[in-house]
């Protein structure tokens, strides 16, 4: 796989960051350091060619073979899998690589994946709601799934298949909401995380900022508010009753 | 308006943290604080009763006067206008609420305006983009305004309008994705955040810790990974250019 081949030298920047932490912390001696800033150096100038060699050179030719796509088939087995590559996936997609994991991604948007692997960011096309897909993944052996998707009854029943296939892998899930929090919650996610809610308060901590409070002490607050939050929205997710209308819980 | 003071009860725990801090701070004596805590328990203790008197006894008769209802008429002007109540403007309003604040919100779905006024929530129904709803609600003298809609165009229009008209008012605004902070910024807006970005870096920083990574050094990374993504979208805004296509920016 060529093009994956080339996104290993895509996190170049980030190299920069490991090594003063590396430095800073005197894991590693100064002249190594910079030997190795040289090649994460020559390394970034080098990989935007590479992709322009690549959509020039092998691109067209892959493309040819065929336009209307079946479920791809998935040939490498990752230790982390993530479904969905659209803006929480990517992005999440983007930081583990960056520290040097490896990932399966999974999206079920042609667009999607096809735009993205023109920048080199490998993704298959599939329904991770089909079993079958993830077990080709390699799920049974993987350390973590990600479920990034934006659809909520899918996230829901991936969750509730994937839990009891697998009692112990852990399963971190994108919410959409408080009441889809407690849904992912009783399917037995490990860890959720609500889509907007973080953006919420940081809207809120810029909005003190901007009327004149203190930096620290917005920050401050938000972050106590966030804890508050999440506690009780937690508490609430052991107690909901999913028979009750919306504003009913 | 009985329900707009019967909200002013409800920050109550939040009450707590103020306290805390004033004493940790050496603000507030002692004594002092522990008669306010007292006060504050209270409060929260009577709060949900009154809701409840408020539902059975005044808000039936409330509500038999009118079903189908045009835009509500802005009564108040304060310092903070919202527009949208949805899962972020409800957060930013809770949290603004809580440290002080005087806020008008503004919502065109009028399910969410009228189930949120049952928890005593106030919120006027009405569409934003509409300048002289603005104009209503006070926004020449109004000291922040916050975009937290989810309709991408309208946002847009908002800001590009509220900037012409009021080129010192800060403007916070929720962005759907990378390009929609190019449009927004391009229109004039103060402060963007984007709804997922937040969440998705959380997403990362989890995974992070759950393969194994010290809690500090994955909040570390995350942090970094912030500021950096923060950096190049401000810097791509500034060079983006609206009449290319979605990959080709």
Do not use: W
Request: charged content about 20%; aromatic content about 8%.
């Amino acid at each position: 796989l060529p093009l994956f081949t080339l996104a290993l030298a895509q996190a170049g920047e980030f190299g920069f960051v490991l090594l003063s932490f590396a430095v800073q912390h005197g894991d590693m001696p100064e002249d190594t350091a910079e030997r190795l800033l040289l090649v994460v150096a020559l390394s970034m100038l080098l990989t935007p060619l590479l992709f322009i060699a690549y959509d020039k050179l092998l691109a067209p030719r892959a493309s040819r073979d065929g336009l209307k796509r079946e479920a791809d088939v998935i040939a490498e087995e990752n230790p982390i899998i993530i479904l969905g590559h659209g803006r929480v996936g990517q992005l999440v997609d983007n930081l583990l690589l960056s520290c040097g994991y490896h990932t399966t991604v999974i999206d079920y948007d042609v667009e999607t994946v096809e735009g993205l692997s023109r920048f080199g960011v490998k993704s298959y096309f599939g329904d991770a709601s089909q079993p079958a897909l993830l077990e080709a993944a390699g799920i049974a052996k993987a350390k973590l799934l990600i479920i990034a998707i934006d659809q909520r009854e899918q996230a829901v029943a991936i969750t509730e298949h994937v839990r009891r296939a697998h009692p112990n892998l852990p399963i971190i899930a994108r919410a959409y909401d408080r009441i889809h929090v407690y849904e992912l919650y009783n399917a037995g996610a490990s860890a959720i995380i609500r889509e907007t809610f973080d953006a919420a308060i940081r809207t809120g901590r810029t909005a003190l900022e901007v009327l004149g409070m203190d930096a620290e002490k917005a920050q401050e607050i938000s972050e106590f508010y966030y804890h508050r939050d999440r506690h009780a929205t937690q508490q609430m997710a052991e107690a909901y009753d999913p028979n009750l209308p919306r504003f009913g819980n």
